[in-house]
């Protein structure tokens, strides 16, 4: 173990010798000494000045150190401000600092443990690219193989649908056939977010026509709304809109997460408002449902807000959601 020095006692001992050492040789040199010098006498006022002198010298010698002492002290301390401060403008882990392991003193100590600091984070952020990259390579392959099951489970459906069988085994096999599509979408959004999280999903963003965008989405949507009997109560300008800087495809997505929530969580209060405000560049879908505390919209809207969320804040943009018994409301705009 390297032996640590202190660097503030050798301060005090430093000005210590300075200030109390010359006094003390002052009076053993007169003790001893005083009666002659050469054979001169060594009167009062002599005695006077050489202790002025004396006292002149401790109060220089004692400045000079202190100011010596306090600018090596802050050369060394602002060398791990500066190590501290670019790493906060830059974004990024700090380079470790070189420490003299030959005068181990408290500023010494005090490199050496944010050197530790610093590997520390190096760890711990290597051993969590390491789990995400395996946690992604994982869901991909788990939303790859499930595909093949799947895709014989709904072949087996269409044999028996074939088969002449009773009305409420055709209804199981409709519900059988609804559940596995359900799955494969899960899986299809997994995957996206897994994409979407790890920087791999394609973002191309441009000045795009909100207004526009909006409505050919509603229109995509209506005959599914209009199966389902929900009322759609639209306030969609087409004399007027307004651009924001956002990947088309991603934003398609975003709203089509919202009208699928809808349909499948909110489909028995038989309303939805969409609303694009001009104004306040804002988009506005709201629906009279039984609200997100519910658990069926818990359960079932999770991962698809949670896509919407990741590709909103890549853009940008943010959605503000408020939701009670009556219903929901989210209002996307800029961040």
């Not at 306030?235 to 651009?243: A, C, H, K, R, S």
């Not at 956002?246 to 934003?251: H, L, S, V």
């Amino acid at each position: 173990m390297k032996q640590t020095r202190s660097l503030f006692r050798r301060f005090l001992k430093v000005h210590f010798l300075f200030i109390f050492f010359p006094p003390i040789v002052l009076i053993f040199f007169s003790a001893f000494f005083g009666s002659s010098i050469h054979g001169a006498k060594l009167n009062t006022l002599n005695l006077f000045y050489a202790t002025l002198l004396l006292f002149s010298f401790i109060m220089l010698a004692f400045v000079v150190i202190s100011w010596l002492f306090f600018l090596r002290l802050r050369k060394r301390i602002t060398r791990l401000q500066e190590a501290m401060s670019f790493s906060a403008n830059d974004h990024s882990i700090p380079k470790p600092i070189t420490v003299q392991s030959d005068r181990m003193d408290e500023i010494e100590r005090l490199g050496g443990s944010f050197n530790w600091m610093i590997q520390q984070i190096e760890d711990s952020r290597k051993r969590e690219y390491d789990e995400e990259l395996l946690r992604n390579r994982l869901i991909s392959n788990l939303s790859h193989d499930l595909r093949t099951p799947l895709t014989i489970l709904r072949g087996h459906i269409t044999r028996l649908n074939k088969e002449s069988i009773s009305l409420e085994g055709q209804s199981s096999l409709t519900e059988m056939n609804h559940t596995i599509t359900r799955v494969g979408e899960l899986m299809d959004d997994l995957l996206s977010y897994t994409l979407l999280t790890s920087g791999k999903h394609p973002f191309e963003p441009a000045s795009t026509d909100i207004g526009r965008l909006v409505r050919a989405s509603v229109a995509a949507w209506y005959p599914v709304f209009e199966e389902q009997e929900i009322q759609l109560d639209v306030d969609l300008p087409t004399d007027e809109t307004f651009y924001w800087e956002a990947d088309p495809k991603w934003m398609t997505r975003v709203l089509d997460n919202l009208f699928q929530n809808i349909f499948r969580h909110a489909a028995e209060g038989k309303y939805a408002n969409i609303v694009v405000d001009v104004e306040n560049e804002l988009i506005i879908v709201a629906d009279r449902g039984p609200g997100m505390g519910n658990s069926s919209y818990e359960r079932g809207a999770g991962i698809g807000l949670s896509i919407s969320n990741v590709m909103l804040n890549k853009m940008k943009l943010k959605a503000d959601f408020t939701s009670n018994e009556n219903g929901t409301r989210v209002a996307i705009g800029r961040a």
